[in-house]
């Protein structure tokens, strides 16, 4: 947990997507915001479970915070988000950037999700622009539009610091993927730059980690640490990322929970519509990605 005059920020690793999801909560009013949460999935039985999620819940409740939204960077390829479920239990607004559809028409078609399945985002409670600032309690929240992973990542800066995302890890394991569709590494590259032209001291709170090397897991970096160590940035310029990036992606597998993951996320973390036996399927597209 990191605390300083006006937040406090408790993260959730979760060991089995290598997911970070975020608490980050007003001291002064209570009101708090959970940024990237995990629905447990596992992809062998279909099962989903909500251990993850039932632990950022006990932690609110035990802080008596109150959750007022329920924010994610994109929609994830490695994870299912728990946004409804906390919801459910906790209230709050769901929320991601205002560029959800294109993603939405992207997939839309890959999945045959029919014409009952919106595309205009209204799966979330609030669509955020580019610049867009809002609170959380007297913590004042503002949204970058950084796409390149995909083309509707955003970055939360609150409080001074950055939630990131997948546009970037931790030094040592680089920046994100670009070859999902409608990704793109020179857009990624100039998200990374308006990231990276903030001071030196601007704390950036990683969505993922993966413990390269077999290091303890970490995900708390600063934009020094990035310009000065970053394994797929530090050195190159502009050309140079993106000809390193493209060429990495092409040696890349698919997300083993793409498939799962893409589905629900893109509907806002609702499951597809049951079938006439009340029971609810995940969609295997063959030979499509």
Known sequence: MTTNASAEVKAFFDPDTFTVTYVVADISSGECAIIDSVLDYDPDSGRTGTKSADQVIAYIEENNYSLKWILETHVHADHLTAGPYLKEKLGGKTAIGNLVPIIQNTFGPVFNAGSDFATDGSQFDQLFSNDESFNIGGL???VLHTPGHTPACVTYVIDGACYVGDTMFMPDFGTARCDFPGGDAAELYSSIQRILSMPDDTVLYMCHD???GGRDYKWITSVGEQKSENIHLAGKNREEYIEARTSRD???SMPKLILPSVQVNM????????????????KIPLNKL
């Open 210 to 212: 993966y413990g390269p």
């Open 140 to 142: 004042t929240a503002k």
């Open 267 to 282: 509907r806002g973390g609702v499951f597809p519509a049951a079938d006439n036996n009340g029971t609810s399927y995940i």
């Open 250 to 252: 092409a040696e890349l």
